[in-house]
């Protein structure tokens, strides 16, 4: 709706709410399946099709649900629903579906199936890209609009990987086994020279660290990390001290150390994935 001009409103002092039955006394045509399809992108279609969103005081929303669905999704509710994202991806994302199937690799298990149609009426209707909805709508996502690289990053020495370990904002970095299987062991260098896990990045405000998760705030500072593709190492722009591996003392936590370019400075940033940001100097962070 977004992309293709279509209107999102919400009238004034309106009630809007959801009580959900134990048995549906409707039928639907194709399965409930099918309904779940057909509006699994209908956001992306507001934003990128040159529609609005209006949100007026005093409107009431709210959603009461039940403990369990009476009706049967095949295959089970996660296939529905990675195949909804695997559609969502496929018709709306343009060059950003590899970043979105490497943050939910489910997604990328499911077959889509015949998306034609949908790109057909995207054609038609001449919707934005979705570098515009990023640029325009939702600058604040945490898929970050240029990137030199990603996926995960490995440490040379142990053969560990960056893990968020699940963590929040303003929590330490981990490290951790490199499962390959995405999720918490996903990071996007982007051009803005950030270490990027959804809307947290990379941060030390000290010299010696802690490495923390902190909001990503696009403004460098202690947010800025130089990759040296030949070197190997992550360098910390403001104190100059390298992404050190952890120590036995605490296996799962990486340090800031003033660098030695020893293997336990030495990271891997190796993917299968085209970088969207290409720049001839090794030190792939930095702008020419």
């Known amino acids: 709706i977004w992309q293709c001009g279509g209107i999102l409103e919400i009238a004034p002092c309106s009630h809007v709410g959801h009580v959900?039955?134990?048995?549906?006394?409707?039928t639907f045509p194709g399965g409930v399946a099918n309904i779940v399809l057909k509006n699994a992108a209908r956001v992306a279609e507001v934003w990128m099709c040159g529609g609005t969103l209006e949100i007026a005081p005093c409107s009431r929303v709210g959603?009461?649900?039940?403990?369990s669905t009476p009706y049967s999704f095949p295959g089970g509710t996660s296939q529905i629903v990675n195949k909804n994202n695997a559609r969502l991806a496929e018709v709306w994302l343009?060059?950003?579906?590899?970043f979105y199937y490497n943050i939910n690799p489910g997604a990328r298990k499911a077959s889509a199936g015949?998306?034609?149609e949908r790109r057909a009426l995207r054609e038609r209707l001449k919707c934005k890209s979705f570098?515009?909805?990023?640029e325009n709508i939702y600058p604040e996502s945490q898929m970050p609009l240029d990137y030199y690289f990603l996926g995960e990053i490995r440490n040379v020495k142990t053969h560990n990987c960056l893990d968020t370990m699940g963590r929040k904002?303003?929590?330490?970095?981990?490290?951790?086994?490199?499962?390959g299987l995405g999720g918490n062991q996903v990071f996007a260098y982007t051009k803005r020279h950030q270490i990027m896990s959804d809307d947290n990045c990379l941060d030390a405000s000290n010299a010696l660290g802690p490495v923390n998760l902190v909001r990503c705030h696009g403004m460098g500072g202690n947010q800025e990390w130089i990759y040296d593709d030949e070197e190997k190492t992550i360098k910390h722009v403001n104190s100059g001290n390298c992404l050190t591996r952890p120590t036995q003392d605490d296996p799962s936590t990486p340090l800031l150390r003033p660098c030695n370019y020893s293997d336990g400075q030495q990271w891997l940033m190796q993917s299968k994935f085209k970088w969207q940001a290409h720049n001839g100097d090794n030190r792939i962070?930095?702008?020419r």
Request: proline fraction near 3%.
């Open 285 to 287: 962070g930095e702008d």
């Open 20 to 26: 959900f039955r134990d048995k549906s006394p409707y």
């Open 114 to 116: 015949d998306v034609s």
């Open 63 to 67: 959603h009461v649900f039940r403990k």
């Open 131 to 134: 570098r515009w909805y990023l």
């Open 94 to 98: 343009d060059g950003w579906s590899e």
């Open 169 to 179: 904002s303003n929590e330490k970095i981990g490290s951790s086994y490199c499962h």
